[in-house]
């Protein structure tokens, strides 16, 4: 397996980019793969076994279990996190952290610039980016926004080169720059005038969330009525029971659908509006139609094209890590991108499972190399996880 310095040596002088999927946020955002039915939620939702009305109660659930816990505005005091979410804020501060040393190493034959393109909705890189900012203050965080009192986003804010020239203007270098971009939207963007607005207090967050606990409660006091099958379904989608209930490890397929059939002969009115209410959010569902407003889709469609241009430059490294390849688009772009003789993809899987389901949907080609292998035993219990990649990154073995 390439070790660690042999790995930098591999990225060094190139263009580099990371894709980056839910996998990195593990810990503090549930995973989306659902063992029992061998598949991920996302696919789920995109089922044909489920009919409109099924799917809202899915969305209900996808709401509660993944989209409400992504919305992080501080980083919570150390006896606020539990063991598992412990190394995961660690961990992204640590990958910026590791970003910004590689760029200061880089020469100044072309600009000081690392592309982050990821799928999550979550705010745990701008929370890593707002720490490490003052202790790097010739660094150049870009999340594609601009602004004072209000900040929008636009993908023409992408390609920009900083420098800093010193107070006399007596010489000029490129200062790191890090590009977040965030190809299926935020929970921190709003619509505003046809704009995409960067927004703390994001109300139709807010009313979904509240939208969220009218219906739980709605459900949870529908408790008594003496039909078992319906007080189960109540049971299984309390808000304080959901995450159990869906990672539950004998869950079966039909007893999700029975559950849902049953809240649904008590709330589906409820459900509707709920779904109706969610399509206004600014974040790609995993359906054929991305979002519901134009202005959303317009700029999805510009960030795909910007990770595809950047995918077909020389010298040109893609890092993939915690990403399933769901997203059709985004496959299909990674997939044209091999022909590129320039580019070299580095996929660090979690496990042999998910190295043997990535092959499976990108294709064997020489331009990927997998980290770990999973070749030798010794590999084969080694874990992709974000401290093996960051253990590369920073030159640890």
């Known amino acids: 397996m390439l070790n660690s310095s042999d790995f930098l040596d591999e990225i060094n002088g190139k263009n580099i980019s990371f894709l980056i999927g839910s996998g990195a946020s593990v810990g503090v955002i549930p995973t989306l793969w659902i063992k029992p039915f061998s598949q991920s939620f996302e696919e789920l939702l995109t089922s044909e076994e489920y009919n409109e009305e099924q799917k809202n109660v899915l969305y209900y659930l996808w709401f509660n279990l993944w989209i409400r816990e992504t919305q992080i505005l501080k980083i919570p005091n150390k006896k606020e996190l539990d063991e598992k979410q412990k190394p995961v804020f660690r961990n992204y501060e640590r990958f910026i952290a590791n970003l910004v040393t590689i760029l200061n190493h880089e020469g100044f034959d072309k600009p000081k610039r690392i592309n982050i393109f990821t799928t999550n909705y979550d705010t745990l890189f701008e929370l890593a980016f707002d720490k490490l900012a003052s202790e790097n203050r010739l660094t150049f965080f870009n999340d594609g926004s601009r602004g004072f009192l209000k900040k929008y986003v636009s993908s023409e804010n992408y390609y920009i080169t900083a420098a800093h020239s010193g107070i006399t203007d007596g010489f000029r270098r490129s200062i790191p720059t890090i590009n977040l971009v965030k190809l299926h939207g935020s929970v921190t963007w709003k619509k505003n005038n046809?704009?995409?607005?960067?927004?703390?207090?994001?109300?139709?967050?807010?009313?979904?969330?509240?939208?969220?606990?009218?219906?739980?409660?709605?459900?949870?006091?529908?408790?008594?009525?003496?039909?078992?099958a319906l007080e189960q379904a109540i049971d299984f989608f309390a808000k304080e029971n959901i995450e159990?209930?869906?990672?539950?490890?004998?869950?079966s397929e039909d007893e999700l659908k029975d559950h849902i059939n049953e809240i649904n002969s008590i709330a589906k009115t409820e459900m509707g509006e709920f779904k109706a209410l969610y399509d206004s959010l600014p974040i790609v569902s995993p359906t054929k139609r991305k979002f519901s407003e134009t202005v959303f889709?317009?700029?999805?469609?510009?960030?795909?094209?910007?990770?595809?241009?950047?995918?077909?430059?020389?010298?040109?490294?893609?890092?993939v890590f915690g990403f399933s390849f769901a997203d059709e688009h985004i496959l299909e772009?990674?997939?044209?991108?091999?022909?590129?003789?320039?580019?070299?993809i580095y996929v660090i899987a979690y496990d042999k499972e998910s190295k043997e389901k990535i092959e499976k949907a990108l294709g064997k080609g020489t331009s990927i190399e997998?980290?770990?292998?999973?070749?030798?035993?010794?590999?084969?219990?080694v874990k992709g996880n974000?401290?093996?990649?960051?253990?590369?990154?920073g030159g640890k073995k």
């Open 194 to 228: 046809n704009m995409i607005e960067m927004s703390l207090t994001n109300d139709i967050f807010k009313k979904l969330r509240e939208k969220a606990d009218k219906i739980n409660e709605s459900i949870v006091n529908k408790k008594g009525s003496g039909n078992f």
């Open 244 to 251: 159990q209930s869906i990672f539950r490890d004998n869950l």
């Open 297 to 319: 889709e317009q700029h999805y469609y510009q960030m795909l094209r910007m990770l595809s241009f950047e995918l077909e430059k020389t010298k040109n490294i893609l890092i």
């Open 333 to 344: 772009i990674v997939r044209r991108s091999m022909v590129n003789p320039h580019l070299k």
């Open 370 to 381: 997998f980290l770990p292998n999973f070749e030798s035993k010794e590999e084969s219990e």
């Open 386 to 393: 974000f401290e093996f990649l960051n253990n590369l990154l």
